[in-house]
T-cell receptor, first 111, second 116 residues
Framework: QKEVEQDPGPLSVPEGAIVSLNCTYS??????FMWYRQYSRKGPELLMY????GNKEDGRFTAQVDKSSKYISLFIRDSQPSDSATYLC???????????FGQGTELSVKP | GAVVSQHPSRVICKSGTSVKIECRSL??????MFWYRQFPKQSLMLMAT?????????EQGVEKDKFLINHASLTLSTLTVTSAHPEDSSFYIC????????????FGDGTRLSIL
């Protein structure tokens, strides 16, 4: 079993839809949770960064962490074609240590 | 803020060549830098972690003599792929984090390496 599981998709939605992206994990020691967006042939760009459980909102993006269920989510409201990319969840044990990445979900937002 | 620059973005070279990739943090001091490898439609696989002024820590299965990492300053780390072969062709990405508490990793735009 992988430490972090993420559905690779692809996920296709119409413009304006609400997108829900999820990851599950097996190691309860994870404390830091991140979502990165990666466009083709580019490096990952940090979208959201959360410590421990709870919600965090930034514009059209909302990240949720449920440590009791070992489940994290990223919601994108009013999705735009420019949101089309691969979304990677990542988790860490401590603030300085290495990250464990999910496989990434490929999202396509159709105009 | 938190800009990481990686150079070159694309390299094509002959088998047996050694290739150096640079990773720079432009607007912060990076106490730790990470090097990843990514295959098409797959996630990032950590190769090694480097802390400024000390030897890199390699992940299991990564040949340290093949992938030489130097982190000589707080803004620069280099990865040298020595005697590269076609199987080393991949997308290599670096990331950097600052010294302050709870700093996340910020990534460069990657280097696409093709060995003929």
């Amino acid at each position: 079993q992988k430490e972090v599981e993420q559905d690779p998709g692809p996920l296709s939605v119409p413009e304006g839809a609400i997108v829900s992206l999820n990851c599950t994990y097996s190691n309860s020691a994870f404390q830091y949770f991140m979502w990165y967006r990666q466009y083709s042939r580019k490096g990952p760009e940090l979208l959201m960064y959360t410590y421990s459980s709870g919600n965090k909102e930034d514009g059209r993006f909302t990240a949720q962490v449920d440590k009791s269920s070992k489940y994290i989510s990223l919601f994108i409201r009013d999705s735009q074609p420019s949101d089309s990319a691969t979304y990677l969840c990542a988790m860490g044990y401590n603030q300085g240590g290495k990250l464990i990445f999910g496989q990434g979900t490929e999202l396509s937002v159709k105009p | 803020g938190a800009v990481v620059s990686q150079h070159p973005s694309r390299v094509i070279c002959k088998s047996g060549t050694s290739v150096k990739i640079e990773c720079r943090s432009l607007d912060f001091q990076a106490t730790t830098m990470f090097w990843y490898r990514q295959f098409p439609k797959q996630s990032l696989m950590l190769m090694a972690t480097s802390n400024e002024g000390s030897k890199a820590t390699y992940e299991q299965g990564v040949e340290k003599d093949k992938f030489l990492i130097n982190h000589a300053s707080l803004t620069l780390s280099t990865l040298t792929v020595t005697s590269a072969h076609p199987e080393d062709s991949s997308f290599y990405i670096c990331s950097a984090r600052g010294r302050q508490f709870n700093q996340p990793q910020h990534f460069g735009d990657g280097t696409r390496l093709s060995i003929l």
